[in-house]
């Protein structure tokens, strides 16, 4: 490499080292388009769009790691000092180590996209892909983790004053074990109870739940807390050992169908069969059933009203809410309407 520098009269050694920067940046640059060039002309063009998702994820990771490759080979024959060389060469080990951490985590990303668009979640019949989506979820931000600490370890190696006390920090090591145990079981704890819950799946991601007095829909399952996105856009956040330890309601385990209930109290003078084929008409005129449940049934009496209640299905949980109010609402109007006399009342007997 010196003797070719000499050859084209670049003597001064931090000339050389410019022009080697600028020539592994050039290379980075091409090498880098002529990937995605290649992947480009390979692929089908219905794989357009796995092409798009790899050069998101991948933009700028190889340009960086194969300039700092060819710098690092070639800086110890600029001749530049040896305190010199070992500065550069220990910038170059750090900014690839960098480098390689981030392109592995956008590889992570990388098959986690694939993953999402392969198990699609915006249809309604998505239990499987929940299933799938949530494990994902929870493996990716795992191994992202294990990665990061990889590579702060390797990073930090790389320096004398952390190599030079690694024998005492191994010999206290079983005391600081002990006094970071105790002081982060419940981190610990939370952790195990997360990966109970991405495998045996007692929630995923979009199922509904009714849980501390509110229903919505588990939003986020992080590696420490859940967050669940209540009915009117409120966010309540929950340590994921909730979900192992309390009783809590999932109205999606195994299906998202939901049977909802509506309860009528009328006199006993109202005519049951005449309910119940109203009842059967208003479903009938709404894409809010599923056709699967319909029920009118008198479920118990007072000395002053009778309850009925109106079974009926849906096909997920705020359907079912809404098809309740829509129910609910023309069957009152119905009674007005046709039976004033049999809303509830209270009867008084005078004598003289």
């Given amino acids: 490499m010196i003797e070719y520098f000499d050859s084209i009269g670049i003597e001064t050694p931090f000339l050389r080292l410019f022009v080697c920067t600028c020539v592994s940046i ?33 933009k700028g990771s190889i340009f960086l790691f194969i300039p700092m490759l060819i710098m690092h080979s070639l800086i110890p024959s600029l001749e530049l000092g040896v305190n010199i060389n070992d500065w550069l060469l220990l910038i170059t080990e750090s900014l690839i180590i960098a480098s390689f951490t981030i392109v592995a985590i956008r590889l992570i990303y990388f098959f986690q996209d694939v993953l999402n668009q392969r198990f699609n979640i915006s249809h309604a019949d998505n239990l499987k892909q929940r299933q799938v989506i949530t494990q994902v979820i929870f493996v990716r931000k795992i191994v992202i983790f294990l990665i990061t600490m990889i590579g702060l370890s390797l990073f930090l190696l790389q320096f004398e004053g952390v190599r030079k006390y690694g024998a005492t920090f191994l010999t206290s090591a079983g005391v600081a074990g ?109 894409d809010l059933w599923n056709k ?31 098809l309740k109010c829509f129910v609910r609402e023309k069957m009152l109007v119905f009674i007005q309407e046709n039976y004033p006399t049999a809303l509830p009342k209270t009867r008084l007997e005078m004598t003289q």
Wanted: hydrophobic share 45%; net charge negative; glycine share 4%.
């Fill in 26 to 58: 050039i290379i980075g640059i091409i090498i880098r388009y002529l990937f995605f060039k290649t992947l480009l002309v390979l692929n089908k063009k219905d794989d357009r769009e796995l092409i798009g998702i790899l050069e998101n994820r991948f």
């Fill in 178 to 286: 002990i006094i970071i145990g105790l002081a982060a079981q419940k981190t610990i704890g939370n952790l195990l109870a997360g990966i109970q819950i991405a495998f045996t799946q007692p929630i995923k991601i979009g199922d509904a739940v009714f849980v501390e007095k509110e229903w919505g829909w588990i939003e986020e399952i992080n590696l420490t807390y859940v967050v669940v996105k209540i009915w009117d856009q409120r966010r309540l956040v929950l340590p994921i050992t909730y979900f192992t330890e309390q009783t809590f309601q999932n109205w999606t385990r195994n299906s998202a169908d939901i049977i909802g209930s509506v309860f009528l109290f009328t006199d006993y003078t109202i005519p049951i069969d005449e309910l119940r084929n109203e009842f059967e008409s208003i479903l009938a005129n709404t």
């Fill in 292 to 322: 699967n449940v319909q029920v009118l049934q008198v479920t118990d009496c007072t000395e002053k009203t009778m309850q009925i209640r109106m079974l009926m299905s849906a096909k997920d949980s705020p359907t079912a809410w809404d």
